[in-house]
């Protein structure tokens, strides 16, 4: 019999409602994974293994009373929440050295809409420092490091939430994307990753959101897991029903078009990697088999983007609440952008944000061409762990490593390094990451890479059934 940690989210799920197995039972198992792996994966900054057991143990007592069907959807599932998103009673560190560390008080909206469908929260995972980067390190816990290299990293934000998917550590993961924050981890750690269309689900993360960006959305195995946590976020389902239950249906021949072009090349230009392209040219083959259509895409982006992008994305850490005495404690990154955003005037901040709004319009025009847009994940393969900051760091918790402070220089590597994300929250429309190519040749064996789909407002089922039908 396969271990409890080797079920698909689906199956365990299955087995939980019919009491197969009991959410105790479960928990535990997962408990256990936690503490042998988490000190060297580092992808929990705090595990809730009392409360966990007590909320299972009440779960157990819940099907004792209830008729299966009677039981919610997510019924004694474990999961966990990334550390920026409130719990109530468990500190949110917002992966900051800089904040005082306090139980929150209330649950986030995402943290009650998930504990609603009766799952149990084993803990918080790794992020980076307010959720600023595409790598989870900060100066509160040991980076969250790729279960399949441990001296690379598991990308960002939801870095510590891939890491543990992918580990087995948790079934599935609800993870956050204000710019790539759910698709980058999972195309590092070779996980599906939606980022379901604006307005959808719930954000989850406490900070603001000036420019309307951050969704919660799924960090799974597969596309049929990824689509019963989206049933669990999105209660009222899909147009067609469930989305689990949609999954299963096949797509419609679709025209998609095929695109390298990003708003980040005029500031920083940039080749994508020999292993990105063939985590293309396997993500084309896989669809053309599957009878669609592929075309090249020709997308112009206005120069201005990254600027104005930039301006939104860092006005929040401006207005967070740190004592004068503790700005010492942040990253160069958040140091520097908190430093020009309360610098910047509330005209410039609002100019950003009217030119964000033309640039979706425009860019939601020419995507409109075809069914779906095609583009490789990342540029380049997984950085190692203190790539982008420059940190020596060894196997040594962040608190004690030496950070080589170039902002702007970090800030250009994640640019570079996932030049396809950041456009497609700023247009509010819904994508996919899809593992499909294995730098060492077979699945599993070396980095795992994939691609990127994106499609109009509500196609997040139909990506789900691209994703399932690209699976290898």
């Known amino acids: 019999m396969a271990e409890l940690h080797e079920l698909s989210a689906v199956a365990l799920r299955n087995s939980l409602r019919t009491g197969e197995i009991s959410s105790a039972e479960a928990t535990a198992h997962f408990l256990a994974r936690i503490e042998e792996q988490n000190p060297l994966l580092g992808a929990f900054v705090t595990v ?37 998103t409130d719990v109530a009673g468990i500190v949110t560190t917002h992966g900051s050295a800089a904040l005082d560390h306090k139980p929150a008080v209330t649950d986030s909206p995402l943290v009650a809409l998930l504990k609603e469908t009766g799952v149990v929260s084993l803990g918080k995972t790794q992020v980076p420092e307010f959720g600023l980067t595409a790598y989870s390190e900060n100066r509160v816990a040991p980076p969250s490091r790729n279960p399949y290299a441990l001296s690379r990293s598991s990308g960002g934000s939801s870095g510590g939430s891939a890491a543990a998917v992918a580990a087995g550590l948790l079934p599935f993961a609800p993870g956050t994307d204000g710019g790539g924050s759910i698709r980058i981890p999972a195309a590092a750690c070779g996980l599906v990753g939606l980022k379901p269309g604006r307005g959808l ?60 072009d990003s708003p980040w090349q005029g500031t920083f230009p940039f080749t994508p990697d020999q292993e990105a392209m063939d985590a293309l040219r396997a993500g084309e083959k896989l669809l053309e088999g599957a009878g669609h259509s592929l075309s090249e895409a020709a997308v112009r982006y206005d120069n201005r983007y990254p600027d104005a992008f930039t301006t939104a994305w860092t006005a929040a850490v401006g207005a967070a609440r740190i004592s004068p005495h503790r700005e010492a ?31 979706e319009r425009d860019t939601v025009t020419q995507y409109a061409q075809w069914d779906l847009l095609l583009m490789p994940a990342l540029a380049q393969t ?37 030049p396809w994300s950041s456009m497609v929250n700023v247009c509010g ?44």
């Open 329 to 359: 404690l942040l990253a160069p990154l958040t140091r520097t952008f908190r430093r020009r955003a309360q610098q910047r005037s509330s005209a410039k901040l609002n100019e950003a944000l009217a030119f964000l709004r033309q640039f």
């Open 429 to 472: 429309l819904p994508a996919i990451s899809i593992p499909v190519h294995w730098t060492g040749g077979p699945p599993g064996e070396g980095l795992p890479m994939g691609v990127q789909l994106v499609g109009p407002l509500g196609s997040e089922t139909l990506l789900l059934q691209v994703a399932r039908q690209l699976s290898f």
């Open 48 to 84: 809730t293994a009392e409360q966990a057991m007590k909320s299972a143990r009440a779960a157990d007592s819940l099907f004792a009373r209830n008729l299966p069907e009677e039981l919610p959807l997510l019924h004694g599932m474990p999961l966990a929440f990334k550390d920026l």
């Open 382 to 418: 997984p950085r190692p762990v203190g790539w982008f900051t420059g940190a020596s760091h060894g196997n040594s918790p962040w608190p004690s490593a030496q950070w080589a402070g170039d902002a702007d220089g970090d800030y250009r590597k994640q640019c570079e390094f996932a």
């Open 201 to 260: 689900v719930p954000a989850g993360e406490s900070l603001g959101d000036p420019g309307r960006l951050v969704v919660a959305g799924p960090l799974a195995r597969s596309a049929a897991d990824a689509a019963l946590m989206m049933d669990a976020l999105v209660p009222a389902g899909s147009a067609e029903g469930s989305y689990l239950a949609s999954v299963e249906h096949e797509p419609p021949r679709l025209r998609i078009g095929v695109t390298l």
